[in-house]
């Protein structure tokens, strides 16, 4: 009896702390720094900004941050405070996930590594951490070291940093795959609800779905692929919130990440056009000529080596603003006259093509960001993530996206990442967000003695 009063009045707390406003997030590339500035950042318009990256090192002591992040950094973090929005770190990437598995490969590893990043918190004065590992027991880049019982290791590490005294007040993120990370047995997992206990969200990766290494173009982001043919569903803002809610991640604890730039492939004019004098593209999925790759504007990488050693071609990536400025599309994301265009009806995304050097993009707009945005608020997902806050061009796709979601609207009543009413000094910043340390840990913690008494 007793317990159970004191069960209806926690939960009636947790309710009312639970008014939670969109969690409008985006990435902050340090690298992309000279050309976007911090003083650049629409800070108003995020909770959350997440600087990029921090990466793995071979000794689970130790991450690595560039010289330029290491000075970069703390002016991050303190001008986010000074705009009350959350700063976290990504750690990991794609070229800095190599020591992932061996830093959560063993229980002594887990304590040091919890160890290794609440200490770059504290020295950073950080609110939150953000985990990019791509991906757990799953090569990406090509030289990760990798461990079939990856998914597991993570998620106890994970629940070993909760304990952790600065680690409970964190707000902890993951961007993810598009399915469910894969479990021992090569699978994406089937139950990932562990990992809704101790992460305050997940941001779903949901673009680069196609890219250049696809055996033919496709949507860089779509919103949906069940209605595309058979062999091109290969992953979608409606099927990976679909794969990770039937895996036991709540809506509300997803966010889907969202992408401020598009993929270019060369295309000859007769796979992609009605006839030679149509601006309709017709086709969604065409083969392209990967030989003939160019590079995208001028924040895309050149050829070269990467992380591992391997040779790494062009990748013709155009952000949001290099489309604007090579002549491909008006501000709003139209094409510019005379360029072929699709609005694609199932992923819901835009390609534009330039006839003078039959360049295919596929990318997203202010139409497509709309889109996005109501799937997120139809489907109560938490928000969004942008990659990246300087990938847009003058807040175009970001108004676009808080404007559809509804500005700061309240998010659904039984949100389990909203604040306990600890408080700290990162807690109290962000009381006015209503960010998260995951409430739901304090009750079941306190649930949890009171059927011990
Ligand atoms: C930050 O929050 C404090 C306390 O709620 C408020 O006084 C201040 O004006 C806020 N600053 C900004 C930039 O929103
Ligand atoms: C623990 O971390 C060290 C590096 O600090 C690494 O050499 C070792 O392989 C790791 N152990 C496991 C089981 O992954
Ligand atoms: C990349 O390099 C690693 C060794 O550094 C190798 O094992 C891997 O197979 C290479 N190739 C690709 C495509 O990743
Ligand atoms: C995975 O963990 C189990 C114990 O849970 C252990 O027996 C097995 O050796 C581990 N596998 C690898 C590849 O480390
Ligand atoms: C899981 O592994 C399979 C190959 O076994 C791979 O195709 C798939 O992409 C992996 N999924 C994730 C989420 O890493
Ligand atoms: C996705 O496509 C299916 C048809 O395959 C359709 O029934 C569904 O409404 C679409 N979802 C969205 C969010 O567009
Ligand atoms: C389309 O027409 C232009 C002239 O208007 C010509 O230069 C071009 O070769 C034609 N392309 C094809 C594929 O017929
Ligand atoms: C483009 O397609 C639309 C229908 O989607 C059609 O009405 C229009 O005539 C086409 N334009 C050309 C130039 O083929
Ligand atoms: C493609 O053509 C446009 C002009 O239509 C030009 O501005 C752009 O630089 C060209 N891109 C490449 C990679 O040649
Ligand atoms: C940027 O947006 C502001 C406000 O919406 C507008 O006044 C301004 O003209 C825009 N700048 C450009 C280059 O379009």
């Not at 305050?200 to 290494?213: A, H, K, R």
């Not at 860089?220 to 991640?249: E, F, I, K, Y």
């Not at 109501?374 to 990246?388: A, P, T, V, Y």
């Amino acid at each position: 009896m007793l317990a159970a009063l004191i069960l209806s009045n926690l939960l009636l707390l947790h309710a009312a702390a639970t008014t939670s406003p969109l969690r409008s997030v985006a990435w902050y590339a340090g690298y992309h720094s000279a050309d976007f500035p911090l003083s650049q950042v629409s800070w108003s318009k995020y909770t959350q900004l997440t600087y990029a990256f921090a990466t793995t090192t071979p000794d689970v002591n130790s991450l690595f941050l560039a010289d330029s992040d290491e000075q970069l950094l703390p002016q991050f973090v303190q001008m986010a405070h000074a705009n009350n929005v959350t700063a976290s770190l990504a750690i990991g990437g794609w070229g800095g996930s190599q020591y992932f598995s061996t830093a959560v490969g063993s229980s002594a590893n887990r304590t040091a590594f919890v160890k290794t990043v609440t200490e770059l918190v504290t020295q950073y004065d950080l609110d939150g951490l953000d985990f990019d590992w791509e991906y757990p027991n799953f090569q990406g880049i090509g030289c990760n070291t990798i461990n079939s019982n990856d998914t597991e290791n993570f998620l106890s590490f994970l629940q070993e940093l909760r304990q952790d005294s600065t680690g409970s007040k964190l707000v902890l993120s993951a961007a993810t795959s598009v399915l469910p990370w894969n479990g021992t047995n090569g699978l994406p997992s089937t139950d990932v609800s562990g990992f809704s206990s101790v992460l305050s969200w997940i941001e779903i990766m949901n673009y680069d779905i196609w890219d250049v290494l696809s055996p033919h173009a496709g949507p860089n982001s779509p919103l949906n692929d069940t209605c595309a043919p058979s062999g091109d569903q290969t992953g979608s803002a409606v099927s990976s919130v679909n794969a990770w809610v039937a895996a036991g991640m709540p809506a509300n604890q997803i966010l889907l990440g969202v992408a401020a730039y598009g993929h270019s492939y060369v295309v000859p004019e007769s796979s992609v056009l009605q006839s030679n004098s149509s601006t309709n593209i017709t086709n969604a999925f065409p083969p392209f000529n990967a030989g003939a790759e160019h590079l995208g504007d001028s924040w895309d990488s050149p050829a070269g080596f990467d992380v591992c050693g391997n040779f790494s071609g062009i990748t013709g990536v155009y952000t949001y603003w290099g489309l604007v400025d090579g002549g491909y599309i008006d501000m709003d994301g139209s094409p510019q006259n005379g360029f072929g265009y699709l609005f694609d009806t199932c992923s819901q995304t835009p390609y534009v093509y330039d006839k003078s050097n039959q360049t295919l993009v596929s990318y997203d707009n202010v139409q497509s960001f709309a889109l996005k945005g109501d799937f997120i608020k139809n489907n109560g997902l938490g928000g969004f993530s942008m990659w990246e806050a300087g990938g847009d061009l003058n807040d175009t796709l970001l108004d676009s996206i808080r404007s559809a979601i509804g500005g700061s609207s309240t998010t659904s009543s039984n949100d389990p990442s909203t604040p306990s009413s600890t408080s700290s000094s990162s807690s109290s910043r962000n009381a006015a967000m209503m960010m998260t340390s995951p409430g739901m840990i304090s009750i079941t913690t306190i649930l949890a003695i009171c059927v011990d008494c």
